[in-house]
């Protein structure tokens, strides 16, 4: 098949793109580190994120081997005809490594500037807000525009040397092995820590956050990196991969006509173009500054969507030139449910901002709640969660609704891909939140005095609501590319019906739906297990070495990354088994329809667990820093006692378990994509258990 | 059609219930009350419930006034012809009317009967465990038999009257008003004063359990009596009721044959036989008599169940001695989808049971994570919960996948018919649980001493172990009735696929997976407003007239019980109309196939949170009632604290919201098929948006 000469577009926004981002690591670099003690906390929290992305990389090297010599003998689809079954499909085998690769650079390269930029934007915070903003800002956006650049320059360049959507679905399947490593992995590391530091440092000793006594201060905020940069990063690469191969996938399989080359790469055409206005958003932003830092960011977030639509309409005008009527207006569809789908991630970016701040409703009954004590608190921010499902429910249920009216299953795919298309600007402002909460703490562990920790505390909770809107955002596009996979995967098999009244769908869709209500205990299990050893840790040191609490000797920061470190990784191993072997086992047992079911199952069922999860701990979160502030008698008091029960309790919901559920859901549609033609060989996609049901 | 004679096996069966039930009260009133103390508190409890009953019955009369005359006008389908349409249906509606009386009445009996016999079984304690538990079953006893004979009874003559499956549902949707409000209100009723009697009079006045200073005590007694006993009895009403009409319309829509009308009323028959061996099972445990409660209720299962195994074995013999070959095969394929069903429900059941044991693994780490803090118990709590999810969802698959193998859908109906055919026993003993909890109370009030207070805390425990399997065996048992009202509504509405690639089937799905998540939170807020207010009119009492807590002057019980009463009757107004008026939007938007997929999204969504709240609370509860008992320090110690907090975040879990899902679940399913003939009619059921998607 042909390559039409417009995916250069995007190649080369994924080429300035890299570049930009290591122009701004330079600029980075480049900004005074601050004083020795600075230095000296950034220094150990970059050796802990480093050992830890190490040890991860290493372990993740070895499944990925794994995986990807499972994938070179696992019956494939030949590139030209994807009917056609294929063994030894090196071409996806390979495909899948450079996929996991790219992700691993990026999440690398988005680190190693994160943890350089928190002492250096601590220091300009010195100076001022705007500066502070800045460091950090840019910092941020290295990561955003490294996870972009290298998923498009990958995408393109496998596309342009074997023109098949299957190849890069080996890539996107790459990719998010790396998002499973990274988001659990990431999510229990970060919580392990904080959780351990607070139940002991803060409750039982009184110590302030990120106190240097505390031996999991540095773990802390060695985990903000590992699991809100590198984990967030590699879950929207993932994302975003997905929803342009899903997009793919459908065009090869629904569009006929001459324009079907040109249907095929418009997915990855409009994420040029949506790079493109990424990358204007983050150039307007940096040149007006800003003492308002929320409000820069929300600007470039909006300017980005703008951009987008309005970049994205002349890219289309241009493309309808060369085609027929009938394929004009079908693009022009298909551009109007990029832009749904856009608008939608805002809207539910914003809804998850709404349920989680504390000058909103919710909130703030959250945070009364907890003058009633402990118990009052968590069924509040419990009900809360829950009932916040909601309104970004209704928001997707529209945006799918107008999708489909304007073109099908493609039209869905396609405003996935719109909702992913200024995925660059997401996650810049969400690895400028992490790289803030460091700074904060960098500030504190310097002694940098009062008012430059408020300028700190000013960004840092900036950054906290741009991190609730990545999350919804997150969630969101998450959900509606699996929906596109879903279907992808559906048309691929041959599904004609996906029929509940059939006993084997509505089993496949009953084992679906608990499958991410299992998966989030486990992620949250993990979490208090391995925080009941670092609690364990953390009061063997005090008590061994009592002159670790009067500040005269260090704490032993090793052993709790360590800790951390060897926890996560080994809590890694049954949720990854469980998002390959339970669809593989349902697709074995019940066949490919029960299999889509299932899909569509853990979909839903995971949209609420996620949103519920996420917008549950960013409440509880934003109650206990509301009442921290001064409010119903502030802090030592008993509602902030209970305030920080909650908080503790939503840290795993809102880092671990619930942003974990999107990466599982994109694995396991994946999963069933790359088994399909195993399971239609195996006995014509019909499941061992057909013949009795 | 014609009526087979069978049916009067079922009618005289339930005759028989009603006149044991009375027989069984007669014997409850002889037995001695106890001392004057015992008596007046007994009275309060029986004014409180009485006066909540009488409330929330006159708001239900209203209820069902405004529905009877809205089914009045409903369009609907015609006795002898199910596809016809009729309009001024008068016959459903009546039907709907008695079947909400007949609900009303055996709540209200086996209320009336519970509130008589728990200082009955307090005095019999002083004589020993043998003499307590004899009066406390035989109180029990009275509302399962109650509950089964009513709803026989009303069934069979309805039918006998004019032989449609569609007059049994009006019953049933009445017998689903009642639950909505009797569950739901009670539940919200008996936490609002478990909550609140906690909150202040535990944790701020170090007051034990039941003490009569706590102007709360009584209204948390009355609650025992309004949730657990005439709420559940109404739930399992319900449920049994709607499986009944499941099977009895999927046979009048699926068999063909001289044979129909004997499958038409198999259900009803096999219900009968299981009433039988409900009587027998309870007359053998009276007879064995036992100083083991937890024994001899289990031992009454095992016999009810092993019962009716072989007697409906040999009811089956019979009834296929006068049918053709294949008619009998289909007889004894339906009588084992009958038996896989029970089976399914006892294994549900014990899972519930295992999951908030306090000596098995899962409850105690929740016990040990309290020694952490109120947040770690509250994350280990939560998480075990989702995980109990998974053993009764595997249940449940196999038991649909083998009914289905039996029978199709008609099998899976059977088998919901199975795992209510004991419904007698299991509403016994979980009637019991609360009979035992306020003789408990009513000992402490009436100063009868620590042997008797231990006597009755063994009875309790029994009765919570029986609570717990109760709960399991109810999820369970309203799953898969729900789950056979699904396809009936699919059947009778002519739906032919419920294909989850069409958007509209997708989007019903999508909002049936959300709703119970909704319906969950808006019940747990409702509680947790109410107790707000109690424990504000607590602290009044406490602060206004110092009296109290000495003990020189009486708590003003009324006040607190008239909190309850109006905040739980008021809470019922939002989750009465949503259950009503979501699938009624959902399938004038989306269409009847939309519908049909909501129903099913409900129902496994529905499991995930029925089972996960009960189970988590249940568990919260045991693990604090083992450090109760003196383990890891007992009471007082910090992990006390915590346990209490996990146990008041389980109370509206697992009392409230958990247990009302179920009944949420058949109203929505019984609305969409009341609904049916009026979707068709108004747009041929393709809904209002069908030529957009």
Redesign the interface.
């Known amino acids: 098949m042909e390559v039409p000469i417009y995916i250069f577009v995007a190649l080369i926004a994924g080429l300035i793109s890299i570049l930009m981002a290591y122009y701004f690591k330079k600029k980075v670099m480049k900004e005074d580190p601050g004083n020795e003690r600075m230095v000296e906390v950034a220094g150990y929290i970059e050796s802990g994120a480093i050992t830890f992305i190490q040890r991860q990389y290493k372990t993740l090297g070895i499944f990925v081997i794994v995986i990807a010599i499972a994938l070179l003998f696992l019956p494939s689809t030949i590139p030209d005809d994807l009917r056609t079954v294929k063994f030894l499909n090196w071409e996806q085998s390979f495909a899948y490594v450079i996929g996991a690769l790219a992700s691993m650079w990026a999440g690398w390269l988005g680190m190693k500037v994160g943890v350089k930029a928190n002492t250096r934007a601590a220091q300009a915070c010195t100076i001022g807000t705007k500066e502070g903003f800045n460091v950090a800002f840019f910092g941020g956006a290295v990561m955003g525009l490294a996870v972009v650049g290298a998923a498009l320059i990958g995408v393109s360049l496998l596309y342009i040397w074997i023109p098949s959507p299957f190849l890069i679905l080996g890539f996107s399947f790459g990719a998010s092995s790396v998002a499973l490593f990274a988001k659990c992995g990431g999510g229990i590391y970060t919580k392990t820590a904080d959780?351990g530091a607070d139940?002991v440092g803060k409750?039982e000793y009184s110590l302030p956050e990120d106190d240097p006594r505390n031996p999991a201060s540095i773990a802390d905020n060695v985990g903000d990196n590992v699991g809100d940069i590198a984990g967030m990063g590699s879950d929207l690469f993932d994302s975003y991969v997905a929803s342009i191969v899903a997009a793919m996938i459908l065009a090869a399989a629904i569009i006929v006509g001459p324009e079907l080359p040109l249907f095929i790469i418009l997915p990855i055409i409009l994420c040029g173009v949506g790079l493109i206005a990424s990358l204007i958003g983050i150039f307007i932003i940096k040149w007006m500054g800003s003492d308002e830092p929320g409000k820069a960011l929300n600007t470039g977030t909006y300017l980005a969507t703008l951009l987008y639509a309005t970049l994205a309409a002349i890219m289309i005008a241009v493309l309808a030139t060369g085609v027929s009527a009938s394929a004009a207006v079908r693009l022009w569809r298909n551009y109007l449910a990029t832009v749904i789908g856009l608008a939608c991630g805002i809207v539910i970016g914003f809804t998850s901002d709404y349920y989680t701040r504390e000058d909103k409703k919710p909130t703030s009954k959250i945070a009364h709640?907890a003058e009633?004590?402990?118990?009052?608190v968590?069924?509040?921010g419990?009900?809360?969660?829950?009932?916040s499902?909601?309104p970004p429910?209704v928001g997707?249920?529209i945006a799918?609704?107008i999708a489909?009216?304007l073109d099908g299953?493609f039209g869905?795919a396609m405003a996935a891909v719109g909702m992913l298309a200024i995925v660059g600007t997401i996650v810049a402002n969400d690895a400028y939140g992490p790289i803030c909460d460091n700074a904060r703490g960098i500030a504190e562990q310097g002694d940098l005095g009062e008012d430059v920790i408020r300028v700190a505390d000013k960004m840092d909770s900036a950054g906290n609501t741009a991190k609730a809107i990545t999350k919804g955002f997150a969630i969101g596009a998450a959900n509606l590319t699996v929906?596109a996979l879903m279907?992808s995967f559906?048309q691929e098999a041959g599904?004609?019906?996906?029929?509940?009244?059939s006993?084997s769908?509505?089993?496949g869709?009953?084992?679906g739906?608990?499958a991410p209500?299992?998966f989030?205990?486990?992620l949250?299990?993990a979490?208090?297990r391995n925080?009941?050893k670092m609690?364990r840790e953390i009061r063997r040191q005090f008590e061994e070495n009592p002159k670790i609490l009067t500040g005269e000797e260090p704490a032993d920061f090793n052993r709790c990354i360590d800790i951390a470190t060897k926890g996560a990784l080994r809590e890694l191993i049954i949720p990854s088994i469980m998002s390959i072997a339970i669809p593989l086992g349902v697709g074995i047992l019940f066949g490919v329809a029960a299999l889509?079911?299932f899909l569509?199952?853990a979909i839903?069922?995971g949209?609420?667990f996620a949103i519920?999860m996420s917008n549950a701990g960013g409440s509880w979160d934003n109650a206990k820093k509301w009442i921290e502030d001064g409010n119903l008698g502030g802090k030592g008091t008993k509602a902030h006692k209970a305030a920080?029960?909650g908080d503790?309790?939503g840290d795993?919901f809102k880092d671990t378990a619930g942003p974990s559920i999107n990466t599982l859901l994109v694995v396991m549609s994946l999963t069933a994509t790359i088994f399909m033609a195993f399971l239609l060989i195996f006995n014509g996609g019909a499941g061992l258990?057909a013949p009795?049901?």
């Open positions: 959780v139940l409750a709640a009633e004590g402990d118990a009052v968590i069924l509040s419990f009900s809360y969660g829950l009932i499902v909601a429910a997707i249920v799918m609704a489909y009216m299953v869905v929906l279907y559906a599904i004609e019906v996906i029929d509940l009244l006993i769908v509505l089993i869709a009953f084992i739906v608990v209500a299992i989030s205990a486990i949250v299990l979490v208090q925080a009941g609690v889509a079911a569509a199952g839903l069922s949209f609420v519920f920080i029960t503790t309790v795993p258990l009795f049901l």
